[in-house]
């Protein structure tokens, strides 16, 4: 049945606001302990600032240790105090023995992290849940809602004790009694002068306060300007916290501080430390062919990459062994470099991987390593780990070895010019490259029929083009669609097929407990997930194959809309259905890639899993492996996997962060234009829109689909117009207006034109 939802005007600037989600706000159940009158909100106040005394000072107190933590002196006050805590005794809220006042072991006090959402309230994580979901298992997070009159001015990230007011099922309710730790103590965002005080907006809008800065502490800092701040006092109640400018960064509107303000926001390392730097700086530059390393100079290896790459880490070769395929996949040996717990060992390991940004990144290891020593540039000797592995015209792997090695690559080409070699047998481009041309066409040949075989057995063949961000004088020229070539799946399935060998070869090992030996795990996706999913695509007119899914029900999905207008509805729609891969020493098999053993091999210049694995992989195969090392930065291989899996997050939520903010200034400018998109989500509140050139989300909200009153059904994730019978669903192309920006939360807003 439709839900009702009418379409109805507010005044300029303000939104409807959404409803919430089910499970965000319980309703019903256990009843508060206190109305929440202005007398009441005082009572409760102090009854929790008891309790949180208490609960910091160990558990008890006597009458005179509660009154000077909780700053009362007066007489007075004293005497309410303790009426105060004799009535909680009654209550059985407190105990009483001796001369102390304690509170009861059950008493419904929960330490946790807080969210605060930019709307105002906020879900506070309880430690014992962050630790279990740490450890695999992220259902057991049962966050708890604060409402934004609880949060009692603590801050996004703020370490509390939340008191549970209400629990209806699995949904939680609380209060914050007590901010046990401060979360920001620097703060990015915007400055804006004042005559006697200035403040700072933070760019992050769950930091709902300014920063107020004093006179004579605002540095260089100018009416506008991006800055760092430093949070100096946080006062008592709902004021604002008090600081002072540290560094200006400059034009927000400028890419690179934009990134600056990424970098800062997630805590990013981006500055490596002396020791590191040393280390790297103190590093032998010549590459000589010692004992145990197979020379394959000889081997017409070349690199394969975007036209602004400046690491490269994959170097491959190719010969024909009668109808069979020899394929070498170089990987440059960071291990022989970097050995177990050294100064940039400690440092790659913190930053787990490196962070990439439109116009810059943030690497993994210093430049002396990652653009110099270990990177696989043309016509210069480099030390590699080498993977040889022979397919037959079927593309069965017959065999594979691994060796340390001196490779030189021979050509450093692009995406684009082999595209033009291959694929469009350029003329220009062939005669140019005519060494390379036999090599890089057998090449093509073996990737076409790896992917073949890889479809066939039900890999999941994702087709989501992503935006690149076009960036010249510091500013967002263009956000156009980036463009995947029969060259990047070359090199693609050439990487698949080597970390493939590698996770079989751990496998053989049967090492259990291995400190270094990390799979990449990809698990069977959440039942409820794929009913949705499968609900959708129904709605679409997608037919779905009967059964229990496999990842080949899901690939043919995928092939059913290849070059269709819902392909990348489909496939993103698809992705979030999809678990989170990541790094784990128990190897459950890789679920979008139909593969039942996986690991990362490829990347040790930006990825530290890859890293361990070269580290494990040496050993296991009896190779010597470099200058023997301390003890790694972790005291196991599971240990390990959950920090890197955690880093690897970080990277991707700052990556995407950066795009989003270079998104919303790009669109600040065109304000009143009009553009292509399709309907990408139905909610409550209205529809989500992607552009289909450029891949920028934004919203529709109802309030602005006025040429109807629109009721809203949910089941089948559409709007029904009351009047016109006008039908408005996920899936359906839209032309669309830019009507407003929201820089600071990231947020566009359209208006529907057709």
């Known amino acids: 049945m439709a839900r009702r939802t009418r379409s109805?005007?507010?005044?300029?600037?303000?939104?409807?606001?959404?409803?919430?989600?089910?499970?965000?706000?319980?309703?019903?159940?256990?009843?508060?302990?206190?109305?929440?009158?202005?007398?009441?909100?005082?009572?409760?106040?102090?009854?929790?600032?008891?309790?949180?005394?208490?609960?910091?000072?160990?558990?008890?107190?006597?009458?005179?240790?509660?009154?000077?933590?909780?700053?009362?002196?007066?007489?007075?006050?004293?005497?309410?105090l303790d009426q105060n805590l004799q009535a909680l005794c009654r209550e059985k809220t407190l105990s009483y023995k001796g001369k102390d006042f304690h509170l009861p072991r059950n008493n419904e006090l929960l330490e946790a992290t807080l969210t605060v959402n930019p709307r105002g309230f906020g879900f506070a994580t309880p430690v014992d849940d962050e630790a279990a979901a740490s450890k695999k298992r992220p259902e057991a997070r049962n966050d708890i809602f604060i409402p934004a009159r609880d949060l009692a001015s603590a801050g996004h990230g703020d370490r509390v004790l939340v008191r549970l007011s209400r629990v209806v099922k699995e949904n939680r309710e609380g209060r914050v009694i007590r901010i046990l730790g401060r979360s920001a103590k620097h703060i990015v965002g915007i400055f804006h002068a004042g005559k006697t005080v200035s403040h700072v907006v933070p760019e992050d809008a769950r930091y709902t306060f300014k920063v107020m800065i004093k006179a004579g502490e605002a540095g260089q800092a100018k009416e506008g300007q991006a800055v760092v701040a430093a949070i100096t006092s946080y006062p008592a109640g709902d004021r604002n916290p008090e600081g002072r400018v540290l560094e200006v960064l400059g034009d927000p509107g400028a890419a690179g501080v934009q990134a600056k303000i990424v970098i800062l926001a997630h805590d990013l390392p981006h500055i490596f430390p002396a020791e590191a730097l040393a280390q790297a700086d103190a590093l032998e530059a010549a590459v000589t062919v010692d004992h145990g390393r197979s020379d394959l100079r000889d081997i017409l290896h070349v690199t394969i990459d975007g036209e602004t790459a400046r690491d490269f880490d994959d170097a491959v070769a190719i010969r024909k062994n009668g109808k069979n395929f020899l394929l070498y996949v170089s990987i440059a040996d960071v291990s022989h470099y970097v050995t177990p717990g050294s100064p940039l060992d400690l440092e790659a390991y913190k930053r787990g991987t490196s962070v990439y940004f439109?116009?810059?990144?943030?690497?993994?290891l210093p430049e002396r390593l990652s653009n110099d020593l270990c990177s696989l540039v043309p016509e210069q000797d480099r030390f590699a780990f080498t993977a040889i592995m022979e397919f037959d015209r079927n593309g069965k792997r017959l065999s594979e070895k691994f060796a340390k090695s001196v490779i030189r690559s021979h050509k450093r080409f692009t995406y684009t010019i082999v595209n033009k070699i291959v694929v469009d047998k350029d003329p220009a481009s062939v005669a140019e490259h005519q060494r390379f041309v036999p090599d890089l066409t057998v090449m093509a040949e073996l990737a076409a029929i790896l992917e073949q075989k890889r479809v066939k057995r039900g890999s999941i063949g994702f087709e989501i083009p992503e935006p690149v961000v076009v960036i010249a004088d510091n500013k967002v020229k263009a956000i156009v669609r980036s463009k995947r070539l029969l060259a990047h799946k070359l090199i693609e399935e050439f990487m698949l097929a080597a970390n493939e060998a590698v996770a079989e070869t751990f496998t053989r090992a049967k090492r259990t407990n291995d400190p270094e030996i990390l799979y990449r795990i990809h698990e069977k996706p959440d039942p409820l997930k794929v009913e949705d999913f499968f609900t959708f695509a129904a709605q679409l007119g997608i037919s779905l194959p009967k059964g229990d899914p496999t990842p080949a029900t899901f690939a043919a999905i995928v092939s059913s809309v290849r070059d269709?207008?819902?392909?990348?509805?489909?496939?993103?729609?698809?992705?979030?259905?999809?678990?989170?891969?990541?790094?784990?020493?128990?190897?459950?098999?890789?679920?979008?890639?139909?593969?039942?053993?996986?690991?990362?091999?490829?990347?040790?210049?930006?990825?530290?899993?890859?890293?361990?694995?070269?580290?494990?992989?040496?050993?296991?195969?009896?190779?010597?492996?470099?200058?023997?090392?301390?003890?790694?930065?972790?005291?196991?291989?599971?240990?390990?996997?959950?920090?890197?899996?955690?880093?690897?997050?970080?990277?991707?939520?700052?990556?995407?962060?950066?795009?989003?903010?270079?998104?919303?200034?790009?669109?600040?400018?065109?304000?009143?234009?009009?553009?292509?998109?399709?309907?990408?989500?139905?909610?409550?509140?209205?529809?989500?829109?992607?552009?289909?050139?450029?891949?920028?989300?934004?919203?529709?909200?109802?309030?602005?689909?006025?040429?109807?009153?629109?009721?809203?059904?949910e089941k089948n994730h559409r709007f029904i117009g009351r009047i016109y019978g006008r039908i408005i669903q996920i899936g359906e192309q839209v032309r669309v207006k830019v009507k407003s920006v929201d820089v600071n939360r990231r947020r566009i807003n359209f208006t529907l034109v057709s």
């Open 358 to 364: 439109p116009d810059q990144v943030v690497p993994m």
């Open 564 to 713: 269709t207008p819902r392909e990348y509805l489909i496939n993103n729609l698809l992705l979030r259905t999809m678990q989170q891969a990541r790094y784990n020493p128990e190897n459950v098999g890789h679920f979008g890639l139909a593969a039942t053993d996986y690991t990362h091999f490829t990347s040790p210049i930006r990825r530290y899993p890859d890293l361990m694995v070269h580290r494990a992989l040496a050993r296991i195969s009896g190779i010597k492996s470099g200058a023997p090392g301390s003890r790694p930065p972790y005291a196991s291989a599971d240990d390990a996997g959950m920090f890197l899996s955690g880093r690897e997050r970080v990277a991707v939520d700052a990556e995407r962060e950066a795009v989003e903010r270079l998104q919303a200034r790009y669109m600040l400018e065109r304000i009143g234009e009009e553009f292509d998109g399709i309907i990408s989500g139905v909610a409550s509140f209205g529809l989500f829109v992607e552009l289909l050139e450029t891949f920028i989300s934004g919203a529709i909200d109802i309030t602005d689909m006025t040429e109807d009153h629109y009721d809203l059904d």
């Open 8 to 80: 109805r005007r507010t005044p300029a600037g303000q939104r409807r606001k959404p409803a919430r989600r089910p499970d965000s706000r319980p309703q019903g159940g256990s009843r508060p302990r206190h109305s929440r009158s202005a007398a009441g909100d005082q009572h409760l106040h102090l009854e929790d600032s008891i309790i949180g005394f208490l609960y910091s000072a160990g558990g008890s107190s006597d009458l005179k240790g509660i009154a000077a933590g909780l700053a009362i002196d007066s007489r007075t006050k004293i005497r309410e």
